[in-house]
């Protein structure tokens, strides 16, 4: 079947799905990006990723050009045209496309707004059974991590080291902590079972399954510390996890090619995926 994207205001036949190389996005990743995940049809945690949106594009004074309800519309729009049961919705907003290449914002030009979506069976991912293992790299990133700007390289760079090291994510360390992965927040359980994920602030990007994993551990009179941890605590800890949109939780068995305690998934883990999963299917839209 043909996949089917959107581009200001047209549902697009993906090869034809095109914006002009002025894209303040393609110059200077001017733009910021959400990615919602999708189970059975349905959009997960969607209004936790349009509320982070909403306050990313208001960080970079960079104006929607639809309203968020109709941006909602258009996702599952685009999981409809797409027959999308399991995967992800990805959408862009860029500060669109000049006539030339200033650096300062132009006048009277419209946002771009992009959506592609893509397949994958979060919930039955053979890595949600094994684990992965994790690479540390530095982390190289700007300061306002807090952003979800589609300025990525330093992230591309740190997740092709982690692929060519047969690892699944990487973990960007700053300061001797760690801030967060590639493209996930990170956790740790600790040997008095403390769950230790970094706090939010401009060092980290607030996770939405983060922001929901965190609450409804909470709710379960589980105990929660928002701090920042070492690799090495993290090497001691009883279990570390990631979570994010296209994994959910994800168990995090080995550290640099060491074991994190036995080397396999953990309990606790297992417990917040399942928790998770459940949150996400009785929330969907
Ligand atoms: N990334 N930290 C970073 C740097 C991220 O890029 C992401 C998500 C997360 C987790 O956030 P959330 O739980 O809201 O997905 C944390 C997306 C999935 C991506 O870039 O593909």
């Not at 049961?85 to 650096?103: C, I, K, P, Q, S």
């Not at 592609?116 to 890595?127: G, Q």
């Not at 801030?179 to 769950?195: K, N, P």
Request: glycine share 8%; net charge negative.
């Amino acid at each position: 079947m043909e996949q089917i994207a959107y581009v200001n205001g047209s549902f697009v036949p993906l090869a034809d799905a095109k914006v002009s190389i002025l894209d303040r996005g393609f110059l200077f990743a001017d733009g910021i990006y959400e990615v919602a995940a999708v189970l059975d049809g349905k959009l997960i945690d969607n209004a936790s990723h349009l509320a982070r949106l909403e306050r990313s594009v208001g960080e970079i004074s960079l104006a929607l050009p639809e309203s968020l309800p109709r941006i909602q519309e258009i996702q599952q729009e685009l999981v409809r045209r797409n027959s999308l049961v399991n995967g992800m919705v990805y959408l862009e907003v860029t500060r669109g496309a000049d006539t030339g290449r200033d650096f300062a914002f132009p006048t009277g030009v419209k946002p771009t707004l992009v959506m592609f979506t893509s397949v994958k069976d979060i919930v039955n991912a053979p890595s949600a059974r094994t684990g992965i293992g994790v690479i540390t790299v530095p982390d190289l990133r700007w300061a306002r991590r807090d952003i979800k700007s589609v300025a990525l390289l330093a992230q591309v760079l740190a997740k092709q080291a982690a692929a060519a090291a047969g690892a699944g994510e990487a973990w960007m360390i700053e300061d001797g902590k760690v801030t967060e992965g590639g493209s996930s927040s990170c956790f740790i359980l600790t040997q008095d079972d403390v769950i230790v994920t970094r706090q939010n602030g401009s060092a980290i990007l607030p996770g939405c399954t983060r922001k929901a994993v965190v609450a409804l551990a909470e709710e379960r009179q589980l105990r929660v510390e928002e701090r920042a941890f070492s690799v090495e605590e993290a090497l001691a800890a009883k279990e570390a996890f990631i979570t994010s949109a296209t994994v959910f939780v994800q168990a995090v068995v080995s550290i640099d090619g060491k074991p994190v305690a036995d080397g396999k998934p953990g309990p606790m883990t297992s417990r917040l995926r399942e928790i998770y999963v459940d949150f996400a299917r009785a929330t969907a839209v």
